[in-house]
């Protein structure tokens, strides 16, 4: 096995990596204990030290292999799980270091730094009936919760285990009708400031929150309560710190030979993507999680630093980590075909979405961030101001169906003196609270898949801080509670209305009513399938219309399904509670028309009744 695997380890195409290298226990000649194997290829010496030896390796040296020196063993007899123990390595210039196992499976609490033996065979799965009927959700719904698990809720001063959480967090994302938990990045870290966003441990869940197994446990009860789990990658860059990756063995194992492509704007280390054995630990990444953990997604950060050098255009195309990136997604697509493939993408690249096979780079959604941001500044306009930065709410439609694109309004925009979402918006305090329900209800009534940072579904008013649980005290408050109310109705209707997410990607099932309605900022758009049709009308200024004459396609009755401007979500009541007939008319280019009330800053869905 050793040579067929290494020969797939140096070309680059190795997805199994976590299975030969790291810490195993293992039967080697007849003995118990744990076979310990690193790649080391500048090592001069390395040697294992731990609890079983009082940190001191002399005992311990490892061999290299006679059939690939870039690789070094040794096998311990008797060893006991969490075991803890670093590799010392002797480096070319004669200086000996200490370092985490790059394919640990467990390690220390930060910040502590050593890595723990642990064995990952056995977990009891309960969810093969969830695992066959999984897809990548196309034409099914996705709402996603995105999660920061050691702040959601605190313990304290500490963090509540992948255990101790579970009842809690699935309870709540069920209770609020999500379909998916996004787990901001849980791969082992050394700073709680980072987020996770710069990892230490590629095999390790962080023991902030408990040990592998208890992640395990964690997923495999999302997955009997019908809730997928999405976790987040970092392939582009990875810490300093002294025990990690950062010139692992004295040489430039992991990352660039040359520092201007070495060091990132993050103040951190980028990935050589274009080396092989590199390659093969970032796709034996991807693919641990999957099989070990049955993580249904994988959401890759930071793409366009993939793409670019350092993520900039004029810096140029990357050509080697494109090779990476579309060998990784390939490789994962056809092992694991219904996992979800999610690029976190800033840059106007072409093809994100579009398979390797046809010249792109393979992922299944992209994050629009350009929706994002347009809709943004655009809410946080005076609403006098509006008319002239109309193209923001319209433009996104011009583009949409270039790529498979996912809307996030996710923790990135939460942040950094950015303000919370509903502070984004412009105005007073109702005014306010009325424009973030306009805001959420046009999302939902956009094509693609959805992503909510938490918080943001009972309008936190602060800005996330990753030391303190979200604001639960808001509860208490009853525009907060009537948010909630919204959010939780949305994420119902787009479940049960096909019409909302079985063709987000068909370009034929949508077209604009009322796109050009500058002076009253009122816009209109349709959505339909073979079985529903649905009208969409977003009033995005504080004027309340009675009777508003709408054109519409057909001579029918159209049922109010949702309007933000209902006083049970804390609005002034001026809906719609009767069906509406249309009559024959010459409207917005439409045949028929019906008259309706436009609540201020009301986004309505209109039912077409067959």
Known sequence: MSKSFLERFHSGYAMDAYKYFGAHFTTYYQKEGVMFRVYAPNALEVELIGDFNNWVGKDHK????????????????????????????????????????????????????ASKVFNLDGFPWTDNEYMKNRTKNFNRVMNIYEVHLGSWKKKGNDYYSYEEIVNALLNYVKANEFTHIELMPILEHPFDGSWGYQCTGYFAPTARYGNPKQLMHLIDRAHQEGIGVIIDFVPVHFVKDAHGLHLFDGGCVYEYEDEMNRYSEWDSVNFNLHKEEVRSFLISSVNYWIEYFHVDGIRFDAVSNIIYYKGRKDYGINEGALDYIKRSNYLIAKTHPSVMLIAEDSSDYQGVTKPTFEGGLGFDYKWDLGWMNDTLRYYSLDPVYRKYKHHQIT???????????????????????????????????????????????????????????????????????????????????????????????????????????????????????????????????????????????????????????????????????????????????????????????NIHNQPYSIKLNIGPFASILLKEIR
Request: glycine share 4%.
């Open 395 to 585: 433009f996104s439609m011009h583009y949409f169906y270039n790529e498979r694109f996912l809307l996030p309004l996710s923790h990135d925009e939460v942040v950094h003196l950015k303000g919370s979402m509903i502070n984004k918006m412009w105005g007073n305090y109702d005014e306010k609270f009325a424009q973030v329900r306009n805001l959420y209800a046009y999302m939902y009534f956009h094509p693609g898949k959805k992503l909510l940072f938490m918080g943001n579904e009972f309008g936190m008013m602060d800005e996330w801080q990753e030391t303190k649980e979200i604001s639960w005290n808001l509860y208490n408050f009853d525009s907060h509670v009537k948010l909630n109310r919204l959010i939780i109705d949305l994420n119902r209707i787009t479940k049960f209305m096909s019409v909302l997410h079985n063709n987000d990607y068909d370009p034929s099932k949508f077209y604009w009513l009322m796109p050009n309605n500058i002076d009253q900022s009122i816009y209109a758009f349709v959505r339909f399938n073979d079985d529903e049709l649905v009208i969409a009308i977003i009033n995005m200024t504080p004027v309340g219309y009675n009777n508003y004459e709408l054109g519409v396609p057909n001579l029918a009755t159209y049922e109010e399904i949702i309007n933000t401007d209902r006083v049970v979500y804390g609005g002034s009541d001026l809906v719609n509670y009767q069906p509406l007939t249309s009559l024959r008319s």
């Open 62 to 113: 490892l061999k290299r292999l006679k059939s690939d020196p870039t690789v070094w063993q040794i096998f311990v007899k008797d060893l006991k799980e969490y075991t803890r123990y670093k590799y010392h390595i002797r480096t070319k210039d004669n200086r000996w270091i200490d370092k985490a196992d790059p394919f640990a499976f467990f390690n220390e609490r930060p910040p502590a730094t």
